[in-house]
């Protein structure tokens, strides 16, 4: 804990950075400025309002080196009273402020040396890119960095970093980091940079936020099922209900796009179900924001207006198998393709959808529904 080396100790940064940044600064800032001096005899002090730090010299002391005008003042002293309202209320405020650092940086060894870190945030990125950023360090300070350290949090990668472990006064070194946005959603982390000056283990820290927006693509696998073969269930599909289901170009029927298309089964039955299962769980961080939305599209159509009837239903699930929120339209019934469509965003823990084509038979042998152009598409852009 006491350093940071370059090798080793850009592990351990991490861990210890995470639980102990916020304390182990604070009381390095403390100290470094030697505040808790000034503080106290400021509050100590009656008259201490409008003089500087140290009490045992009185307001005497104090007075000269700022001003000096002030031999007139040891007049003062024996009017107190006076002096706040003689002395302009900015001498107050100014001198303290302006001589405790100087004189406190003094007895800690010189002015040590001090980073600086310029960049900007990762923000609003493209599912699917590898976005960088580059982070500007600068020694601020009077005095040469030792062990200069750069960690960003695990999500990062560093693709390059010519920082030194010693930086000199006044020079600068870059890192730069990048982001594999291959997942929807929100992201945060941070960069922690941490070295030794003459008060000891400095560090500081900046937070790095991503958002990685976009659309998924079409999840469904053969969505004109033109993979399939003919005759076949199409791969990925299963009944629910009835007798198998196959890819067709029956009768001649035209596909809405392609060669082939979903087609009901020849069956005296009259009530068919045929459906596939597409895993979210990819995009569950995003959808666990409740800022992402799926839209489905199919296109349906009967053999003639009242033979048969379908419904393109999707119902979406959490991992328990629980319907969350669904698309269960009624009945259709036409005799060309006819878009099928619903968007919605999704509740919070939904992990699965459900696609399931049902026909319901009115009329002859065969259970005249067909699905062909089948699309399901999640969009996060909140
Ligand atoms: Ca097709
Ligand atoms: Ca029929």
Redesign the pocket.
């Known amino acids: 804990m006491m350093a940071w080396t370059r090798t080793a100790g850009a592990v351990g940064l991490l861990v210890l950075g995470a639980c102990s940044f916020e304390s182990s600064s604070s009381t390095t800032d403390t100290a470094g400025l030697g505040g808790t001096e000034s503080d106290t005899e400021e509050t100590t002090g009656p008259d201490g309002t409008s003089t500087t730090g140290s009490t045992a010299s009185g307001s005497t002391p104090t007075s000269d080196p700022s001003d000096p005008s002030d031999p007139s003042d040891p007049s003062d002293p024996s009017d107190p009273t006076t002096d706040p309202t003689t002395d302009p209320t900015t001498d107050p405020t100014t001198d303290t402020d302006t001589t405790d650092p100087t004189t406190d940086t003094d007895p800690s060894g010189g002015d040590a040396a001090s980073v600086d870190l310029d960049g900007n945030d990762f923000g609003t990125v493209d599912y699917q890119s590898t976005p960088t950023r580059t982070f500007t360090l600068t020694n601020v300070g009077e005095t040469p960095t030792q062990n200069l350290a750069v960690v960003p949090s695990a999500l990062f990668d560093v693709d390059s970093d010519d920082c030194p472990g010693s930086l000199e006064p006044g020079e600068s070194c870059t890192v730069v980091l990048s982001y594999d946005a291959d997942t929807l959603g929100p992201f945060s982390g941070e960069l922690l940079v941490g070295y030794d000056n003459a008060d000891g283990l400095q560090e500081l820290s900046r937070a790095l936020t991503v958002e990685v927006v976009g659309e998924t693509g079409n999840l469904i696998s053969d969505p004109?099922?033109?993979g399939c073969t003919p005759g076949t269930m199409p791969s990925g599909w299963q009944v629910f209900a009835g007798p198998d289901w196959s890819c067709e170009n029956w009768k001649g029927l035209p596909?809405?796009?392609?060669?082939?298309?979903l087609s009901g089964p020849a069956s005296n039955l009259d009530e068919f179900d045929v459906g596939t299962f597409i895993d979210l769980t990819p995009y569950e961080h995003a959808i666990s924001t409740g800022s992402m939305s799926f839209e489905l599209r199919g296109q349906a159509r009967s053999w003639d207006p009242d033979n048969d009837f379908y419904r393109l239903r999707i119902r979406y699930r959490n991992a328990g198998g629980v319907v969350q929120t669904q698309h269960n339209p009624g009945l259709s019934s036409s005799a060309n393709w006819a878009l099928q469509s619903d968007e919605r965003t999704l509740p919070n823990d939904v992990s699965e959808a459900r696609i399931d084509f049902y026909c319901q038979k009115s009329g002859g042998d065969f259970c005249d529904a067909y699905l062909?152009?089948l699309s399901l598409v999640g969009t996060y852009n909140p």
């Open positions: 004109g099922f033109e596909p809405h796009a392609g060669t082939l298309y062909d152009t």
